[in-house]
């Protein structure tokens, strides 16, 4: 599952920057399954879908590497530490580093024990892991999965261990009406020695995109879990990089600021690179993925023309498979 669009949580970007954001394929599908998970409701990431395999993972990045200033490589779900995920994950990491890119993973945790060392010696730059409610039935009927909060838990406590702690954010959202579900957590994250918390509320996957839920109730409970961090010690942000909270007055768009509200400075920022080729820019993340939708088909189009073409430099060529 995926908390957050397109960015990893305490990670931002200068105005001359661009985010090149990967969901890395799952063969046997997502290990869990999360009510809301917004990798699912864009359908980005069915496995008998994948057309892009890893050396196009890489054009991808060196094309986008040449023709922009990467502030950030961010993986992103299903689930990037799965074990038939990890070829893909470990490569993309290995070529940023190569080229000098700082670099993100977003994590259900469920296999973080299994390379946080890993990651570690990769030098990952922020580490993202979510975490929907500090009582593990809550988390695991979230989830979908029992046992999925001990295994995150105990991900954690490896990732601290092998000095990876600097790194970690922990993330949850805001579930409409059940915002309750996040009243421990602050004293849950002081308990295992973290201290960054993000929220983000759930999103809903329309023809224009925003929160399930409104503006008034997700900050007025985003106040509310403010001030529990605040006296916990812990360091709280209310995420909303694409401007899904649609604020309808000034004093709303106050009030995100006044929450540390992060948001892109513009939206075409953000690009990102599905498993079947669909590439995403700025607000069509907010959307579900649709015929209509830019699909990057490898065996016919470089990466380098892609671009080209994502940038409005290149029409599409005769080649070009339209995804139906």
């Known amino acids: 599952m995926i908390v957050g669009l397109a960015l990893p949580k305490r990670v931002y970007l200068e105005s001359d920057e661009v985010a090149v954001t990967f969901v890395v394929p799952a063969p046997n599908g997502c290990n869990m399954a999360c009510a809301f998970c917004a990798i699912r409701a864009r359908a980005e990431a069915k496995p008998a879908d994948t057309v892009v395999q890893v050396d196009d993972y890489l054009a991808f990045l060196r094309s986008a590497a040449r023709r922009y200033q990467i502030g950030v490589v961010s993986l992103q779900g299903y689930e990037p530490l799965l074990p038939e995920s990890w070829f893909y994950t470990r490569a993309v990491l290995e070529a940023a580093n190569d080229l000098g890119l700082s670099t993100a993973l977003v994590t259900n945790g ?97 023809r224009v995109g925003g929160t399930v839920d409104t503006a008034e109730s997700i900050l007025r409970e985003a106040k509310r879990l403010y001030i529990g961090a605040l006296e916990a010690g812990i360091t709280f942000e209310l995420d909303d990089e694409l401007e899904a909270i649609l604020c309808t007055s000034s004093e709303d768009r106050r009030a995100v600021e006044q929450l540390h509200g992060r948001r892109v400075q513009r939206a075409d920022q953000i690009i990102r690179l599905s498993p079947s080729g669909a590439v995403s820019r700025g607000a069509e993340l907010r959307r579900r993925i649709s015929e209509t939708a830019c699909f990057w088909d490898p065996r016919a189009e470089g990466a380098d023309d892609l671009l080209r073409r994502l940038d409005g430099d290149k029409p599409a060529p005769k080649l070009y498979m339209v995804k139906g």
Do not use: C
């Open 110 to 206: 469920s296999y973080l024990s299994d390379q946080a060392q890993a990651l570690k010696e990769l030098d990952l730059g922020s580490l993202s892991v979510s975490i929907d409610s500090a009582s593990a039935e809550a988390h695991d009927h979230s989830r979908g999965t029992p046992g999925a909060f001990e295994l995150t838990m105990q991900g954690l406590k490896t990732a601290l261990a092998v000095g990876l702690g600097e790194k970690i954010t922990v993330a949850s959202v805001i579930q409409k009406g059940k915002s309750s579900l996040l009243n421990g957590m602050p004293a849950l994250l002081a308990s295992v020695g973290l201290t960054r918390w993000v929220v983000t509320p759930v999103q809903s996957f329309g």
